[in-house]
């Protein structure tokens, strides 16, 4: 658990790819501090607490406590989370929403229906998965490329795969090495076959893809392995559910999500 901090004890992450801009901070112990709502914080205790067998725990940040943040005279409750990203010389990552519902239990008429609307109008209804972000480094060619939200909403779910291309293919049209997105392939079914069997709600959640941009264009023939994560996070909108099975939307996303990424390996 994390004590009261003032101003001169964080700093803003710089490779923050998705939600409300300026909102993830890294403190002084290397850890990240995310505002949180009250529903988050309980999501991660009864994991903790409650469902301790669960492998979910190994697909998600490791949760170390909550704290206060003060931003501009503000004081904002944070959840203490492991920093994915502190073993990245060149940190690349994609922010994909999932699941094909984006609102939680105690949301009001209006934000369902402004939810539902969101879902149906872009790729999350039809895919279960919406691209909220994502920057890609590539040290070797000296290029870079960051997106926004505006590039998930753009693309439709007959274009989602197009919406890779970026974070898969770089500016010199070099694919990705393989054994990046056969790692990829690997986590992603691994985190499915979780989902299958648990029972909790995963709505408005996102997925993380993250790999190291240092190498990762070019066929390194005696690397096998390179530094890559999937991680789930964002639960500000999510419960556990016993007795009422798995999260199917959520599961139909990332295995849509499975499907593109076998797609990029069949580029090769």
């Not at 073993?87 to 539902?116: F, V």
């Not at 480094?137 to 779910?157: H, I, Y």
């Given at each position: 658990m ?13 490779n ?13 112990s ?15 205790t ?8 669960y ?8 949760y170390y406590g909550?704290?206060?943040i ?12 492991e ?7 060149h940190p ?6 999932i699941g ?7 949301a009001?008429?209006?934000k369902?229906?402004?939810m ?24 070797q ?8 939200k505006?590039l ?10 197009e919406g890779?291309?970026p974070f898969?293919?770089?500016?010199d ?10 790692q ?27 790999y ?5 264009f070019t066929e390194?023939k005696?690397r096998?392995?390179f530094l890559?994560?999937?991680k789930?996070i964002?639960?500000a909108h999510s419960?556990?559910c016993r ?14 999500l ?5 797609s ?5």
């Amino acid at each position: 658990m994390e004590d009261k901090l003032d101003a001169n004890n964080w700093k803003l992450l710089d490779n923050q790819v998705g939600g409300h801009k300026d909102s993830i901070f890294v403190l002084e112990s290397g850890l990240i501090a995310k505002p949180c709502l009250k529903t988050e914080v309980n999501f991660y205790t009864t994991l903790y607490n409650q469902y301790k067998e669960y492998q979910l725990i190994k697909h998600i940040p490791k949760y170390y406590g909550t704290t206060v943040i003060t931003q501009d005279n503000v004081e904002k409750e944070c959840v203490v989370l492991e920093n994915l990203l502190k073993n990245y010389s060149h940190p690349c990552i994609i922010d994909i929403k999932i699941g094909t519902r984006l609102y939680g239990e105690a949301a009001s008429e209006e934000k369902k229906q402004r939810m539902e609307y969101q879902a149906q109008s872009t790729t999350s209804r039809e895919t279960g998965m919406r691209i909220c972000g994502l920057k890609v480094v590539d040290p070797q060619s000296n290029t870079s490329f960051k997106a926004g939200k505006e590039l998930g909403r753009s693309l439709s779910a007959s274009t989602i795969s197009e919406g890779f291309k970026p974070f898969f293919i770089n500016q010199d049209k070099v694919l990705i090495n393989k054994s990046i997105l056969n790692q990829f392939k690997s986590k992603i079914s691994n985190l499915i076959e979780v989902l299958k069997v648990e029972e909790y709600r995963l709505y408005s959640s996102s997925v993380l893809l993250i790999y190291d941009g240092n190498f990762a264009f070019t066929e390194v023939k005696e690397r096998t392995e390179f530094l890559t994560d999937v991680k789930l996070i964002d639960f500000a909108h999510s419960h556990f559910c016993r007795g009422e099975g798995p999260d199917e939307g959520a599961v139909f996303g990332l295995k849509n999500l499975l499907d593109i990424i076998e797609s990029y390996i069949r580029l090769h």
